[in-house]
């Protein structure tokens, strides 16, 4: 399963291949610089990025061009997202997940709930952060704001950034965890017995039509 | 000015004790500005424009006696008139020396993220490392008198500094030498303290019942303190506000949020990484190709 395969499955297109990897980048230049700001034991990642004002100067603007990069991801990314009746089933043995034990599983589509929930979470988090962010821009914006809304702001894009960290740790520990999630998003293409395995729904959907040799 | 002070008893940002082996043992100093005593003369904001080498920008009038009429990054005291019509229907004129209170737990250390931009020396003033300052804003946040400004052009954080160049060679504040009236007192917060409860009672007899020391509990007290005709009311002088302290989001923002915070990061990573070692990867083998096959013929 290694080696090339004449019949893999394309599951990420170039297009989103590149956006997500960008807004990934983006991230992790974000949650340093967010960190470094947000507790002392971690403004040594300061040195990053030039110096503690540098990184003050350029978190915010890395900030917009994630969630305007984010946002042609998600685009693409909503319809497949949407909670299905099925997916609440899978919630349910949400042990069975974790044991690896996914013969007991409902069937999955393009992504299953784990992963839909979490794209939630995602989308939910960033707005929070870009709405938040702006009021606590002190260079151009937080002047148009009365002091409680700073705060509720400086609060609350902490908040926001937190869950959002370990929302991202969550989906990087399980695309090392589902062995082949990486080449998916590296190199596009997929197994079949990849497919038929964690997305059995979108599979059938997937090679529908599609001559096999 | 610098660390080797040696004594520092708090400084942004940081976890580790400071160079405090110098104490303030003679006690912590005050400075008191008595509203009483004051007649809008501004030489304490000329007084602190000279002392520190700054000019603000020539301004318009506003229709009032503010000038310049908020504090800036180049105007760190200000005389803020307010017209007060008391029960008996005269007017009183309240007029309140603005500038930081040098609070005994200062919300703006607190938001600070920057180890070092502001410090707490032993005699109890808070001061601003601008070489440090990153220009976040969070002291502004932090601050509940609304006292720091951040500059337009550097985007360092400003404010009054209490003259601690000045009192680390025994000087009293610019400010306080140049108060023509006497309204400006500075010395050891007791001395202070006890000056002021001696006008506090001059000021009852006098028809102020309400006469009183403002030194707010809910910051822990400030360095600065003000004897109110009023101190019932803090509110009518220009908004001085009747109960300071740092605000709960502010509190929770800084304290409690950043090591739980840290701590649930790390926790996500390391159950990542344990269910890894106990469990192991979800790996797709031959079974699962051949069964993907068989589907793929079982349905044409």
């Known amino acids: 399963m290694n080696g090339p395969r004449k019949d893999e499955i394309v599951r990420y297109s170039p297009r989103i291949r590149v956006n997500h990897w960008i807004v990934a980048i983006s991230f992790v230049l974000l949650a340093l610089s967010g960190l470094a700001l947000f507790h002392p034991a971690m403004f040594w990642l300061t040195g990053l990025f030039g110096g503690g004002p540098w990184t003050r100067i350029l978190h915010p603007f890395i900030g917009v061009f994630m969630a305007a990069v984010f946002f042609l991801l998600g685009r693409t990314m909503w319809q497949d997202n949407r909670m299905q009746p099925r997916d609440w089933l899978w919630l349910k043995k949400i042990e069975d997940v974790a044991n690896n034990r996914e013969e007991n599983l409902p069937e999955v589509g393009r992504y299953n709930a784990g992963q839909k929930l979490l794209f939630f979470t995602i989308v939910a988090c960033l707005i929070g952060l870009l709405l938040s962010g702006i009021v606590i821009w002190r260079v151009y914006f937080s002047a148009f704001f009365s002091i409680g809304v700073i705060r509720f702001a400086s609060l609350l894009h902490a908040l926001c950034a937190f869950v959002l960290i370990c929302a991202i740790i969550v989906h990087i520990y399980a695309a090392i965890w589902v062995k082949g999630s990486i080449r998916a998003m590296t190199r596009g293409k997929v197994t079949p017995g990849w497919a038929w395995k964690h997305h059995r729904a979108w599979y059938r959907e997937a090679t529908k039509g599609i001559q096999h040799k | ?300």
């Open chain 2, 1 to 300: 000015m610098a660390l080797q002070s040696l004594d520092i008893i708090r400084r942004s940002a940081t976890t580790l004790p400071e160079p405090e082996v110098r104490g303030a043992y003679t006690g912590q100093v005050a400075k008191l500005i008595d509203t009483t005593k004051c007649i809008g003369c501004k030489a304490c904001q000329v007084a602190c424009m000279e002392w520190n080498d700054l000019r603000d920008d020539i301004g318009t009038c506003t229709g009032h006696y503010d000038n310049p009429h908020d504090l800036s990054e180049h105007s760190w005291t200000l005389m803020r008139f307010a017209e007060y019509e008391n029960p008996k229907g005269d007017l009183e004129w309240l007029i309140r020396k603005d500038g930081c209170m040098h609070c005994e737990d200062p919300g703006c250390l607190k938001a600070c993220p920057s180890p070092g931009a502001i410090v707490q020396y032993a005699n109890g003033i808070v001061d601003f490392h601008e070489e440090n300052c990153i220009g976040c804003g969070y002291c502004v946040t932090g601050c509940p008198f609304d006292v720091p400004r951040i500059s337009k052009k550097d985007k360092k954080a400003y404010k009054c500094t209490l003259c601690s160049d000045r009192v680390a060679v025994g000087l009293e504040p610019a400010c306080v030498k140049a108060c023509p009236t006497g309204a400006i007192v500075f010395g050891t917060k007791e001395d202070m303290t006890q000056h002021a409860a001696e006008r506090i009672e001059d000021l009852k007899t006098r028809g102020f019942a309400e006469a009183g020391l403002y030194d707010p509990a809910g910051v822990g007290g400030t360095h600065v303190m003000y004897v109110l005709h009023h101190a019932d009311q803090p509110a009518l002088y220009s908004g001085l506000p009747d109960n300071p302290k740092i605000s709960p989001m502010v509190r929770l923002w800084k304290g409690a949020a950043k090591p739980l915070a840290l701590f649930a990061i790390f926790a996500t990573a390391a159950a990542g990484f344990l269910h890894y070692i106990g469990i192991g990867p979800n790996e797709t083998d031959e079974a699962d190709e051949d069964a993907a096959r068989r589907e793929r013929e079982k349905t044409p």
